[in-house]
């Protein structure tokens, strides 16, 4: 069996695969690292040359996104629920692909950059921030993990609930941790210095404090948000985690909505040059999943790497919510008998992984009903277009010409 961990400090931290190996078997998964990468080199330039927070920003998305992964990985692995497929280059014992690091600038600076154009009132723009990134999330989740990106655990109770094998969550959790960085980003700042406007840096002392809040209270602010809905009404009231997702973009709409509504300032900052190109880099971010689904086949997607371990089928691990219940979960993958229909061991003729693997071959399986997958994505991309548009070309402050009076005799 292929081993995963290094026997020194170096190997731990960084390992290389083979680039043909990996695009044999699975090329959606090279495709979309590449773009990935593109996204963040776009919005770390777009964010230099604006200036102003705005590096500090894209960097901070950095910092949240490591610590809101990894976190649970490694400080509280009973709560660790999903595994990445191998790339080129990866990160600290297999866990993090390197292009992982650039998917929380490529959602949360697209959506901090857009919502930054409406001038909402502070009270609406981390939750404008939070919905325009799930908006961003969305093509991304349903269709990376229908080609084996990556896998979640099969009896995670928070994350059981699926929309395409999508946990409900995981746009929960896009949502709450994107509004919850921002607000923490802003807020800090706004404390340290006060008098100095949103996006204008101050000292550098003063942006690095602010940065370094921002990145460390995101996740636990996001995880906060959990409590007031998701909880009580999934654990407790057995509610699906469809309904608590919908109530939570409800409260963010109403918020939003609200301060669309309200009396603000217009924006005269036309579009630059550099902005064309994060629109055009957003739209490569859509367009190659509708492509994935309309051309490409995940039957045909093998993933070789860490995975769900595998062991005995009647072992169970408990979990403690908020309110004090015990929830439960497999230990372990029970090849035998999991609820996982994206992947199963069909291209290795049917042999499962043996107890005591963490590290074996799953196969992507076939669409069972492509067309529903290609309008999913094109209803997505109609929408995104919509907002996007709005965002960008409808809020800039129209020059208005007094009307000439007519002469009449």
């Known amino acids: 069996m292929t081993t995963y961990t290094g026997d020194t400090w170096s190997e731990w931290l960084i390992q290389t695969r083979d680039i043909a190996q990996l695009w044999e078997a699975q090329p959606t998964y090279l495709i979309s690292q590449c773009v990935y990468c593109f996204a963040g080199f ?4 777009h964010a230099l ?12 998305t950095v910092l949240h996104g490591l610590f809101s992964d990894n976190f649970w990985h490694f400080v509280l692995p009973e709560y660790d629920n999903f595994w990445h497929s191998q790339t080129p280059v990866m990160l600290l014992g297999a866990r993090l692909p390197l292009h992982i690091i650039f ?7 697209h959506a901090a950059y857009a919502v930054s154009k409406l001038r909402l009132p502070r009270y609406a723009e981390p939750f404008a921030v939070g919905l325009v990134t799930v908006l961003v999330d969305i093509p991304y989740d349903i269709v990376a993990v229908k080609f084996v990106h990556w896998t979640w655990h099969d009896t995670d109770p928070n994350i059981f609930d699926r929309h395409y094998w999508v946990p409900w969550n995981s746009y929960y959790f896009h949502a709450t941790f994107a509004a919850s960085f921002f607000f923490f980003f802003h807020y800090s700042r706004r404390r340290l210095a006060p008098k100095v406007e949103q996006w204008t840096s101050a000292t550098m002392l003063v942006e690095w404090i602010s940065l370094i809040i921002a990145s460390l209270l995101g996740m ?3 995880v906060l948000m959990f409590v007031p809905l998701y909880h009580p009404l999934h654990d407790v009231l057995k509610i699906h985690s469809e309904v608590t997702f919908f109530l939570l973009f409800a409260i963010f709409a109403v918020i ?12 005269n ?27 490409f086949d995940p039957n045909k997607e093998r993933s070789l790497g860490l995975h769900e371990p595998v062991g005995p089928c009647n072992e169970v691990s408990s979990l403690m919510t908020p309110f004090g219940q015990t929830l439960y979960k497999r230990t372990y993958l029970c090849p035998d008998d999991y609820n996982e229909a994206y992947f199963d061991f069909s291209c290795v003729g049917g042999k499962k992984p043996e107890n005591g ?16 997958y290609i309008i999913i994505i094109s209803t997505i991309i109609i929408v995104a277009a919509g907002v996007f548009y709005g ?5 800039v402050r129209q020059d208005s010409t007094p009307s000439k009076k007519l002469k009449t005799k």
Not at 42 to 45: F, K
Not at 269 to 294: C, G, N, P, R, S
């Open 357 to 372: 693997a963490t590290w074996y071959l799953i196969c992507g399986t076939p669409f069972a009903n492509r067309a529903e």
């Open 42 to 45: 776009i919005t770390l330039i």
């Open 103 to 109: 998917v929380y600038p490529a959602f949360i600076y």
């Open 220 to 222: 636990p602010g996001g």
């Open 391 to 395: 965002l960008y070309f409808k809020t």
């Open 256 to 267: 939003v909505i609200n301060g669309i509504l309200s009396e603000r300032e217009r924006t």
């Open 49 to 60: 040359i604006k200036g102003g927070r705005w590096p500090y920003f894209w960097l901070g």
């Open 269 to 295: 900052e036309k579009l630059t040059t550099i902005d064309y190109v994060l629109l055009l880099q957003l739209a490569v971010h859509y367009a190659i999943y509708w492509l994935f689904v309309v051309f």
